[in-house]
């Protein structure tokens, strides 16, 4: 268990004739952020014979983060040069916002290999967050790779190929959004003549907000060449995010500047590739390396 914590004080003085504020001006914002985890881990490691080894984990983390904010302003001074909120020539300003998020996780992995030259990993992870609605506040993501040394399962030594690996994979990816987004409610503002003033927010909110899912595949290889002179290594990925939280713009007309809805499949898809060349590599040590790499 841990905890991070912080607390910071600002001041701003303004002395009298300063071009914006001629009778000067004094504020105090106060700031305070706290992140606490407490995290569980079990872990095992089994070599079940000479060419087989498993390793595998459970977890969960429990993370807590609050924070809050205070601005007071003095936007005149009844003195010069006394810079407290108690010398405001007019009325004080002032503004407070505290926000509390909370998110449960469980988590697990297990990794294979065979004979050191095919592997297995596979991942699962849910969280359970505290600004999603309660009906769509779970969310599960998992992952799953493979991959295999050809050179070693077919035991290549000679020719030009040195090494030769392939991959696969895929995984998943959640996440939530900015607290207080599901229901709208209403801010006290600067009192007008002693009354009491409230506003409603500009923003609508969205009650039925889903959890954000990334969801991704790449499949790859690493070749070399003549005793590592050449190496190539070449990936191809696909991405597919949707549910994303967007706060679309509304017409002022409306009486509101945006409203937050989940929108949108975003499709990221592309190539890359490495080239690595050692065009000169002496015996007194002197090594040129040369790297070029693509991507589209």
Not at 170 to 184: I, K, P, Q
Not at 226 to 237: A, E, I
Request: net charge neutral; aromatic share 12%; glycine share 6%.
């Amino acid at each position: 268990g841990g905890t991070d914590y912080n607390a910071e004080l600002r001041e701003r003085r303004r002395a009298w004739s300063t071009q914006r504020f001629p009778l000067g001006s004094y504020r105090e914002e106060k700031v305070i952020f706290q992140e606490t985890n407490l995290d569980f881990l079990l872990s095992m490691s089994k070599e079940l014979n000479s060419t087989f080894n498993l390793s595998a984990y459970v977890g969960g983390n429990l993370m807590r983060q609050t924070s809050s904010y205070s601005d007071v302003f003095a936007p005149q001074l009844t003195v010069p040069g006394i810079f407290s909120i108690n010398n405001s020539r007019v009325a004080i300003q002032a503004s407070a916002y505290n926000f509390e998020r909370r998110i449960n996780s469980l988590y697990a992995s297990a990794q294979a290999s065979y004979r050191n030259y095919l592997f297995l990993e596979l991942t699962a992870r849910n969280d359970w967050s505290s600004t999603l609605p309660s009906a769509n506040w779970s969310y599960f993501y998992p992952s799953a790779s493979v991959s295999a040394v050809i050179t070693d399962m077919f035991n290549i030594t000679n020719g030009p190929l040195s090494f030769a690996k392939v991959r696969v994979g895929y995984a998943g990816v959640g996440s939530d959004t900015r607290e207080y987004s599901l229901v709208n409610t209403f801010s006290s503002q600067t009192a007008a003549q002693g009354l009491p003033v409230y506003s409603e927010s500009s923003v609508i909110n969205n009650a039925q907000l889903m959890p954000e899912q990334s969801r991704s595949m790449e499949v790859g290889a690493d070749l070399r060449f003549f005793n590592d002179r050449v190496g190539l290594d070449v990936s191809y990925y696909q991405t597919r995010t949707e549910n994303q939280t967007i706060p679309v713009p509304l017409s002022i007309t409306t009486g509101y500047s945006a409203r937050i809805i989940n929108a949108g499949l975003v499709e990221n898809k592309g190539i890359e590739v490495i080239l690595n060349l050692v065009p000169v590599q002496l015996a007194n040590g002197f090594k040129w390396n040369v790297d070029v790499n693509f991507s589209r």
